[in-house]
């Protein structure tokens, strides 16, 4: 358990983003931490879509319960966030 | 007792180049401070400067622009126009003297190195003028700012900027340590007065001139017109040392150094003059919008210079005539948004009617860059300004010190330029950023961005206040919105169908 920086480049966000979390958080709690500094303040929610997460550079998303320190990612990485509607 | 012309003696006059017996011709002009790349000192001695001056001439020139410069600001100093300027004029003001007049100052040491170090007499001459015409742009635009220090604190920063980790005085003093300051003479001559000042500054000051009149501030619009008039001689140091350099076999170092100063200036450029002439500047006193600005003086003119010189178009051109449409309008929703950390008070220019303007001169602006600004609205409207201010920092580019900025809304488009090197992790804004670090590691290796000495535990506490702090940001000088947030008024349409869904808070 420690913090951990990550870059944070949310969809429809104009810049990255320093977000720190925790390396026993599940992606979904990560999703949830870069929501927290960009939807509602630059980006508009979406109603019946969730927040998904995926490293820069890759076309497939992480499960949303796997652990930030079991997902082999560095401090400071880009993470792409992005919008999946609830029902996928 | 008549004079000789100039040209009777000039050429001869400045005949300063001798063989030294005490000393080697290496230890006069050693290479690190020269950057002669081994072209030998006879090659250096056909430089012929475009533009000659003796000194009783400049002496005499000089002072008669200052005595203009002093006399205009005499006589409209009790007029209002302070007082009753918009308050988006007053942030150029602020911005631009806390951004330049000790960024002169460094210019100056920088045509110091090629007043003492350049191979070639004509070089050396004119650079001494240049050297004394940056002191005089210093002392000017403290002098200026200084009487407004009383009514207004953020005009202390003119001097106390480039004194503090503030995170754009970092920027600013990354972009001149790179190319005015650390360079050799030769690199200086292409970097700072070719490519800085010729592509960039001596054009931005014409806007800005214009603009200035355009305000009404007809102190200020002289005051940069008479820098300006310093700034198109000394900037034609570079162009005969190009010559020379191309005729000897080293093209490609001249455009390397060239490739990097129009980057490392560009950034800096889109900044100060982008948000200045498409959101701060009253939009009844708009002359041209930033893209147009840029497209006509750097691409029509500049890139025409370029060319004639033989040298080519920077390698990334179509990527920075991309960014002329939208890394500025990025750059400007950032600055408001951590608007606590600068040193003046961003104007949002995002009004109905404003977006509107936006919307012709940059096609796609409502559904890019209006979807955060809709955001915003809508929180300011609700009286939400807690959630316009951020609760944490931007990641900042490892060359440009600038956040890391891409499209937003519907055409979203971000990402990070990232490199390894030597174990460490860099992060870019762009390709271009990042292939200026791959030219020389060494030279911009150890630099930390804010973001960087935040995660190093170097600004406490670790928040935005221990930010502030760090940043040397007081009460009274960490900016808010230029208009105060009244700007949000004329969203009538929102304001009116928030009072209806929420008729306890209006």
């Known amino acids: 358990m420690a913090l951990f920086?990550?870059?944070?480049?949310?969809?429809?966000?104009?810049?990255?983003?320093?977000?720190?979390?925790?390396?026993?958080?599940?992606?979904?709690?990560?999703?949830?931490?870069?929501?927290?500094?960009?939807?509602?303040?630059?980006?508009?929610?979406?109603?019946?879509?969730?927040?998904?997460?995926?490293?820069?550079?890759?076309?497939?998303?992480?499960?949303r319960d796997l652990k930030l320190i079991d997902a082999g990612i560095a401090p400071m990485e880009c993470l792409h966030f992005v919008f999946e509607r609830e029902e996928a | 007792m008549s004079l000789l012309n100039r040209s009777d003696w000039y050429d001869l006059a400045r005949t300063t180049n001798w063989t030294p017996s005490y000393v080697s011709q290496d230890e006069l002009y050693p290479e690190v401070?020269?950057?002669?790349?081994?072209?030998?000192?006879?090659?250096?001695?056909?430089?012929?400067?475009?533009?000659?001056?003796?000194?009783p001439e400049y002496v005499r020139v000089q002072r008669e622009k200052d005595s203009g410069v002093y006399s205009v600001k005499a006589a409209l100093e009790r007029n209002r126009l302070f007082t009753d300027a918009?308050?988006?004029?007053?942030?150029?003001?602020?911005?631009?003297y806390g951004g330049v007049a000790l960024a002169e100052y460094a210019a100056q040491q920088g045509e110091a190195r090629m007043a003492r170090?350049?191979?070639?007499?004509?070089m050396r001459n004119m650079a001494t003028f240049g050297m004394l015409d940056e002191n005089r742009h210093s002392q000017l635009q403290l002098y200026f700012p200084h009487e407004l220090v009383s009514q207004d604190r953020q005009f202390d920063w003119a001097h106390k900027a480039h004194h503090t980790n503030e995170w754009g005085a970092v920027a600013l003093r990354s972009m001149g340590d790179d190319i005015f300051l650390a360079r050799d003479a030769v690199s200086t001559a292409i970097m700072l007065t070719f490519a800085f000042e010729t592509g960039f500054t001596n054009m931005q000051f014409v806007g800005l001139s214009a603009d200035a009149c355009q305000t009404g501030d007809y102190s200020f619009a002289h005051l940069i017109s008479s820098i300006q008039t310093d700034e198109a001689r000394h900037a034609q140091i570079g162009g005969p040392v190009l010559q020379i350099l191309i005729k000897n076999g080293k093209k490609a170092e001249a455009q390397k150094r060239i490739d990097i100063a129009i980057?490392?200036?560009?950034?800096?450029?889109?900044?100060?003059?982008?948000?200045?002439?498409?959101?701060?500047?009253?939009?009844?006193?708009?002359?041209?919008?930033?893209?147009?600005?840029?497209?006509?003086?750097?691409?029509?003119?500049?890139?025409?210079?370029?060319?004639?010189?033989?040298?080519?178009?920077?390698?990334?051109?179509?990527?920075?005539?991309?960014?002329?449409?939208?890394?500025?309008?990025?750059?400007?929703?950032?600055?408001?948004?951590?608007r606590p950390t600068v040193w003046w008070n961003p104007a949002a220019g995002v009004t109905p009617d404003e977006r509107e303007w936006l919307e012709a001169k940059y096609p796609g602006w409502n559904s890019t860059f209006g979807r955060c600004w809709d955001v915003i609205v809508d929180n300011l409207v609700a009286g939400r300004i807690d959630l316009t201010l951020p609760e944490t920092l931007p990641v900042i580019c490892n060359m440009s010190g600038i956040p890391i900025c891409?499209?937003?809304?519907?055409k979203w488009s971000l990402q990070d330029y990232p490199l390894e090197h030597e174990g460490r992790t860099y992060h870019f804004g762009s390709e271009i950023d990042r292939w200026i670090f791959e030219q020389e590691p060494l030279r911009y290796r150890d630099h930390m961005s804010v973001v960087d000495r935040f995660l190093a535990g170097k600004i406490q506490p670790m928040n935005l206040m221990g930010a502030l702090q760090y940043m040397d940001l007081g009460p009274g000088e960490m900016g808010d919105d230029a208009h105060g947030y009244a700007w949000v008024d004329k969203y009538a349409d929102r304001v009116a169908a928030f009072a209806a869904a929420n008729p306890k808070a209006a």
């Open chain 1, 5 to 63: 920086p990550i870059s944070s480049a949310f969809e429809g966000d104009f810049c990255l983003k320093l977000v720190p979390v925790d390396t026993d958080n599940t992606m979904d709690e990560v999703c949830a931490a870069a929501a927290h500094h960009s939807l509602s303040r630059s980006v508009a929610p979406r109603p019946g879509h969730r927040i998904r997460v995926r490293r820069q550079g890759a076309t497939s998303l992480l499960p």
């Open chain 2, 406 to 410: 891409g499209i937003p809304g519907d």
């Open chain 2, 263 to 338: 980057a490392r200036a560009w950034r800096i450029f889109a900044i100060v003059s982008g948000l200045s002439m498409d959101y701060y500047t009253p939009q009844e006193n708009r002359k041209h919008s930033f893209q147009e600005f840029a497209n006509e003086f750097i691409v029509g003119q500049f890139q025409r210079t370029l060319l004639d010189l033989g040298l080519d178009l920077p390698w990334y051109w179509d990527i920075l005539m991309k960014e002329t449409e939208y890394m500025h309008h990025a750059y400007h929703i950032g600055i408001w948004t951590w």
């Open chain 2, 86 to 96: 918009d308050p988006g004029w007053r942030s150029i003001l602020k911005m631009h």
């Open chain 2, 33 to 55: 401070h020269a950057g002669s790349m081994g072209i030998p000192q006879e090659s250096w001695e056909v430089y012929d400067e475009p533009y000659k001056t003796s000194y």
């Open chain 2, 117 to 122: 170090f350049g191979l070639a007499p004509g």
